[in-house]
């Protein structure tokens, strides 16, 4: 079965709101999460880390203030796209401190 | 430093014939190789992993890959592509299992009829 849940799987949203979307570890407490960004028909790109119980750490050129992540229980982490623009859309991912374990990504439209 | 190549972005063949994917890395550590295949607008699987151990790793859906230290490579192969390897494939390289990734820029596979 699955390991990690994300959710929601799409999402569509208007220009200067708000969306959280949640990673659930299932099966197991994770210190440790990351979070992807992937524009259409590109990688997947690290945003950040994110630590339990910690603030998180942001990779080069992603805006923390932009993009919060919580990370408050070992089986949860959230990102929220604060103030989202069209530009904001993309696919987000999130992954488990393993190789094996991502979740099933967001698609993310703002409007 | 960590990262991986990709070598061609868009790979066609016909099915039933012979898949490469072709994957350089390079790692100022012993690296630790992974490839994964995306379904559209879903997640990434994982298909096989190199974690040190034997040079020819096998996976799911009859995929392996070769590490060869000395071309630096980590190329993906199947003997014989079915329609529904049609996906996004990345490779991705980490320093060590646990640890962030760093992933190719993907190849897109179109199986032909």
């Known amino acids: 079965g699955a390991v990690v849940s994300q959710h929601p799987s799409r999402v569509i949203c208007k220009s200067g709101t708000s969306v959280k979307i949640e990673c659930r570890s299932l099966?197991?407490?994770?210190?440790?999460m990351f979070w992807y960004r992937q524009f259409p028909k590109q990688s997947l790109m690290l945003m950040a880390t994110s630590n339990e119980g910690s603030k998180a750490t942001y990779e080069q050129g992603v805006e923390k203030d932009k993009f919060l992540i919580n990370h408050a229980s070992l089986t949860l982490s959230t990102l929220t796209v604060t103030s989202a623009h069209p530009e904001d859309s993309s696919f987000y991912i999130c992954?488990?401190?393993?190789?094996?374990?991502f979740g099933q990504g967001t698609r993310l439209t703002v409007v | 430093a960590q990262s991986v190549t990709q070598l061609g972005s868009h790979v066609s063949v016909s099915e039933g014939a012979l898949v490469l994917l072709r994957c350089n890395y390079s790692?100022?550590?012993?690296?630790?190789l992974f490839w994964y295949v995306q379904y559209p607008n879903q997640g990434l699987q994982l298909l096989l992993k190199y974690t040190s151990a034997a040079t020819l790793v096998k996976g799911i859906n009859g995929f392996e890959a070769e590490f060869k230290k000395s071309e630096t490579s980590f190329h993906l192969t199947k003997p014989s592509a079915h329609m529904s390897d049609a996906a996004e494939y990345f490779c991705?390289?980490?320093?060590?299992?646990?640890?962030?990734?760093?992933f190719g820029t993907g190849t897109s596979l179109t199986v032909i009829p």
């Open positions: 992954s488990l401190t393993s190789e094996a374990f």
């Open positions: 790692s100022s550590v012993p690296p630790y």
């Open positions: 099966d197991f407490q994770a210190t440790t």
């Open positions: 991705a390289v980490s320093g060590n299992t646990g640890n962030q990734f760093y």
